[in-house]
């Protein structure tokens, strides 16, 4: 499972791979190799963020020339093992190996990475909080292994603030067992004092404000990849929610499962659009979460019925996802755009044989640049 969501990211995003994404930039690395401190490592700026900031601390520390390659390789690293987790917890649910790799791998094939997800450093919490949404959802591997749950709630937790919404598959399971498991207890213990820590490093007024320059309104011509990310997640969840729920649906078995992951989408969807607006990055984790939801429902509906009806659903199923997963599959040219970044470090390194003491910029892409002095660059 893993070495198939490595391959599928890095066929995504080969042609980004030897590339700096404008947002958040160069800067990261420079900061992780000149000045390293602990304010940077916890990234305290707007929330605790440590998981986007230790790729740049260690990637930092190898030769100028590879962070760009080593920066995407290990961010597609931390999107593979998150699928690798997704696949485990749909897996030990007694759910078929074929089914389970399938939930996982969207994962990593989700259309709205391709625009500035893909081997981005600064997103891995929206994978990490989707991760941690289905191990939530799934309450036995928790069970199994309660200390390594909590410390991956505890890791997601100080990465991103909307891990807390992890509690809410918590709360579908207390109210179905009409009890609070000790595991999911411990477990859930951990990510609320995450979003106290959240809450004390950002302020109160912050959290509740989100950001500031946040886009809400649609813009004239915003094309058919913003839309559909900005409004399928939500449709998919309510219509999960609400076929799930029917008097007559008799799949009550599936039903706790895909309540928590279509209304932990919803909120996700809700939330991040109050907190950051229309933006791509938002759009992975809540995509992701409906999807899953729909096809875990497809899955039970489907059980018992006629062979036509089965391939129905299947064959509905398979081409509304194919249609935009083929259509945005490869990083878009917001990540690909511009010269490669060990080629400009070449480039700068030759200008700084006749000037040692120069300034030089270096292309960033899309359309950006880094000024870095020549002490730097050798």
Request: hydrophobic letters at 50%.
């Amino acid at each position: 499972m893993f070495l198939g969501a490595m391959a599928v990211l890095l066929a995504r995003g080969v042609t980004s791979l030897d590339r700096i994404p404008a947002d958040q930039g160069y800067g990261i690395y420079q900061v992780a190799r000149e000045d390293l401190t602990v304010r940077f490592v916890l990234g305290l700026n707007k929330y605790l963020n440590i998981g986007a900031r230790l790729i740049p601390t260690v990637v930092g520390q190898f030769p100028v020339q590879w962070h760009a390659i080593l920066g995407s390789l290990v961010t597609h690293l931390v999107w593979a093992c998150c699928s690798l987790l997704i696949f485990s917890c749909v897996r030990s649910e007694g759910l078929s190996r074929f089914f389970s790799a399938l939930v996982a791998l969207f994962l990593v094939l989700v259309p709205h990475a391709s625009e500035s997800s893909l081997g981005n450093p600064g997103t891995v919490g929206f994978p990490l909080a989707a991760s941690l949404i289905v191990l939530a959802t799934f309450g036995n591997v928790i069970r199994h292994h309660v200390k390594l749950s909590a410390l991956f709630a505890l890791f997601v937790g100080v990465t991103t603030p909307f891990a807390f919404l992890a509690l809410l598959p918590l709360l579908f399971r207390s109210f179905k067992l009409m009890q609070i498991p000790k595991c999911d207890l411990r477990f859930g213990s951990t990510i609320l004092a995450t979003l106290i820590l959240q809450v004390v490093a950002v302020g109160i007024g912050n959290a509740t404000r989100g950001n500031s320059t946040k886009i809400l309104s649609p813009w004239d011509g915003m094309g058919a990849f913003w839309w559909t990310g900005l409004l399928a997640p939500p449709i998919l969840a309510l219509f999960a929610l609400l076929v799930t729920n029917l008097p007559f649906q008799k799949s009550q078995g599936e039903a706790c499962v895909v309540n928590s992951l279509a209304a932990s989408s919803l909120a996700f969807a809700i939330l991040i659009y109050y907190w950051g607006g229309i933006a791509d990055r938002f759009f992975v984790a809540p995509m992701f979460l409906s999807t899953a939801a729909t096809l875990l429902l497809s899955r039970a509906f489907s059980r018992g019925k006629t062979r036509f009806v089965r391939v129905a659903i299947v064959g509905l199923l398979g081409v509304g996802l194919a249609i935009p997963t083929a259509k945005w599959f490869q990083a878009s040219w917001y990540l690909t755009s511009g010269p490669t970044w060990t080629s400009e470090v070449r480039r700068a390194r030759l200008a700084c044989q006749s000037d040692t003491s120069a300034l030089i910029n270096l292309r960033v892409s899309p359309s950006g640049t880094v000024e870095l002095d020549c002490g730097y660059l050798k």
